[in-house]
């Protein structure tokens, strides 16, 4: 039986949409908003009128791009959350009016599922229970996934997430939103082990990002007050040392999970799975450690409807189909 799914992701600033056919993505189309790059950082109100406005474009985009048309159609998924609520209103609406226009069923996707999920699209061989390192500008969370509809997280941020963290300490140092990349690239031509940054301890497996921003924010001031050129002259090493610090506090606790749940597969997702420095310690980690790793493909990391059309496929199998009351919550559940 043919199965053609759309699904839409506006959970924060990316309005994307994605088609998937018998499993396989067709398309995947992201509109980044670029005003929140001018403002430093992501303004609700403004996220959701930049939904409302290319919302209807994107899916337009999505759809030829896969060379399908909306009676193609069997289903619309769409983000119902975590998210920020005006962002994930516009996408649940849109969803809903097209489903019902269509007389189609609703798939509502959990975000981070979706996300702890990513690494599955276009290929299918992994083994459960696997761990799962989400990592992104809202979250960061180790999560142990049971199967598709069973994860639990066993581990968490008790304040700022990591790509928040990446972001803040961009920030200090005078560069554009979103930071963690730009840290990425001038971290390439660094010394990783110029300066080193205190450890924050933190029971159990959670994590905590605030001190570090702190630590980090005094250590750039103190700097400044000897040499005022500080940044400009030290870029790339004060990139690459704050940047071996944020992996290393996420690998730390991922390895006693590893240890803790003795599962053979891992898995890291979400935008931070772009960072390079974690890319290659996580591949490392698993040579050392014999487990089976998992990444995703670089452009289904940061949010995408990619990895929305991806769950949702699993969900149609099982019929796990949306009530059109369904409300999207912005609470990080999972
Ligand atoms: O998953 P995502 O697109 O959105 C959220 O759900 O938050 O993640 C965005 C976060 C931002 O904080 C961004 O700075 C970070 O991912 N990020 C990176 C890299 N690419 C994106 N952080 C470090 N290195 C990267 N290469
Ligand atoms: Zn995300």
């Given at each position: 039986?043919n199965?053609?799914?759309?699904?839409?992701?506006?959970?924060?600033?990316?309005?994307?949409?994605?088609?998937?056919?018998?499993?396989?993505?067709?398309?995947?189309?992201?509109?980044s908003?670029?005003?929140?790059?001018?403002?430093?950082?992501?303004?609700?109100?403004?996220?959701?009128?930049?939904?409302?406005?290319?919302?209807?474009?994107?899916?337009?985009?999505?759809l030829?791009?896969?060379g399908?048309?909306?009676s193609?159609?069997?289903?619309?998924?769409?983000?119902i959350?975590?998210?920020?609520?005006?962002?994930?209103?516009?996408?649940?609406?849109?969803?809903?009016?097209?489903?019902?226009?269509?007389?189609?069923p609703l798939?509502?996707?959990?975000?981070?599922?979706?996300?702890?999920?990513?690494?599955?699209?276009?290929?299918k061989?992994?083994?459960?229970p696997?761990?799962?390192?989400?990592?992104?500008?809202g979250?960061t969370?180790?999560i142990?996934?049971?199967?598709?509809?069973?994860?639990e997280?066993?581990?968490?941020?008790?304040?700022d997430?990591?790509?928040?963290?990446?972001?803040?300490?961009?920030?200090?140092?005078?560069?554009?939103?979103?930071?963690?990349?730009?840290?990425?690239k001038y971290?390439?031509?660094?010394?990783?082990?110029?300066?080193?940054?205190?450890?924050?301890?933190?029971?159990?497996?959670?994590f905590?990002?605030?001190?570090?921003?702190?630590?980090f924010?005094?250590?750039?001031?103190?700097?400044i007050?000897?040499?005022?050129?500080?940044?400009?002259?030290?870029?790339?090493?004060?990139c690459?040392?704050?940047?071996?610090?944020?992996?290393?506090?996420?690998?730390?606790k991922?390895?006693?999970?590893i240890?803790?749940?003795?599962?053979?597969?891992i898995s890291?997702?979400?935008?931070?799975?772009?960072?390079?420095?974690?890319?290659?310690?996580?591949?490392?980690?698993?040579?050392?450690?014999?487990?089976e790793v998992?990444?995703?493909?670089?452009?289904?990391?940061?949010?995408?409807?990619?990895?929305i059309?991806?769950?949702?496929?699993?969900?149609?199998?099982?019929?796990?189909?949306?009530d059109?009351?369904?409300?999207?919550?912005?609470?990080?559940?999972?």
């Amino acid at each position: 039986m043919n199965k053609t799914i759309l699904a839409i992701e506006t959970s924060c600033d990316d309005t994307s949409a994605s088609i998937i056919s018998n499993g396989k993505i067709e398309s995947n189309v992201i509109s980044s908003q670029l005003d929140h790059k001018k403002l430093g950082g992501v303004v609700p109100e403004i996220a959701s009128r930049s939904h409302q406005k290319n919302i209807i474009y994107i899916v337009n985009s999505a759809l030829s791009d896969a060379g399908a048309v909306k009676s193609d159609l069997d289903a619309i998924a769409f983000t119902i959350g975590p998210g920020l609520l005006g962002s994930l209103l516009v996408g649940s609406t849109f969803a809903k009016s097209f489903g019902y226009s269509l007389g189609i069923p609703l798939i509502g996707v959990n975000h981070l599922k979706a996300h702890a999920f990513s690494h599955t699209i276009n290929k299918k061989k992994f083994n459960y229970p696997f761990l799962s390192l989400l990592v992104s500008g809202g979250h960061t969370q180790i999560i142990l996934v049971k199967s598709y509809d069973d994860m639990e997280v066993v581990g968490e941020t008790r304040d700022d997430a990591v790509g928040e963290a990446f972001d803040k300490c961009a920030k200090i140092l005078g560069l554009d939103y979103p930071g963690g990349p730009l840290i990425d690239k001038y971290s390439i031509n660094g010394n990783e082990n110029m300066f080193l940054f205190p450890n924050t301890k933190v029971p159990d497996l959670d994590f905590s990002f605030s001190g570090i921003k702190t630590s980090f924010l005094y250590f750039i001031n103190d700097n400044i007050k000897e040499n005022s050129d500080f940044i400009e002259d030290n870029l790339n090493d004060i990139c690459a040392s704050i940047q071996k610090k944020l992996v290393e506090m996420l690998l730390d606790k991922f390895i006693l999970a590893i240890k803790k749940y003795k599962v053979k597969d891992i898995s890291i997702c979400g935008g931070v799975a772009a960072n390079s420095s974690l890319r290659k310690e996580i591949n490392k980690l698993s040579e050392k450690h014999n487990l089976e790793v998992h990444i995703p493909e670089m452009e289904y990391c940061t949010d995408n409807a990619a990895m929305i059309a991806n769950y949702a496929h699993y969900m149609y199998d099982d019929k796990k189909f949306s009530d059109f009351n369904i409300v999207p919550y912005s609470k990080n559940i999972i």
